[in-house]
Nanobody, 115 residues
Framework: QVQLVESGGGLVQPGGSLRLSCAAS???????MGWYRQATGKQRELVAT???????NYADSVKGRFTISRDNAKNTMYLQMNSLKPEDTAVYYC??????????WGQGTQVTVSS
């Protein structure tokens, strides 16, 4: 079974940067991969997605600050987060799907932006 493991979360001051990684244990043949986040008391929301060919999409709230990428040779997806704001505080989840079910989810990594 495919396993997705996030890493790179932590505590950072407003304006700082973090780079999240999502490593897949099995083959890296996903059609769409992305990052979701869920703040305490709120629903999970889409942050960014990347398609196998490289096309990307971002939530308006992170556009211009976050960059999603994937390295198929390393079986890893990344989320570079710059100019972080307190509103970015959440658990960030890695997501992946092939052209059909099932969906795969990581366990999440905590990002806290606070002064």
């Amino acid at each position: 079974q495919v396993q997705l493991v996030e890493s790179g979360g932590g505590l950072v001051q407003p304006g700082g940067s973090l780079r999240l990684s999502c490593a897949a244990s099995g083959s890296f043949s996903f059609y769409v991969m992305g990052w979701y986040r869920q703040a305490t008391g709120k629903q999970r929301e889409l942050v960014a997605t990347i398609i196998s060919g490289g096309s990307t999409n971002y939530a308006d709230s992170v556009k211009g600050r976050f960059t999603i990428s994937r390295d198929n040779a390393k079986n890893t997806m990344y989320l570079q987060m710059n100019s972080l704001k307190p509103e970015d505080t959440a658990v960030y989840y890695c997501y992946a799907v092939r052209r059909g079910p099932p969906d795969y989810w990581g366990q999440g990594t905590q990002v806290t932006v606070s002064s």
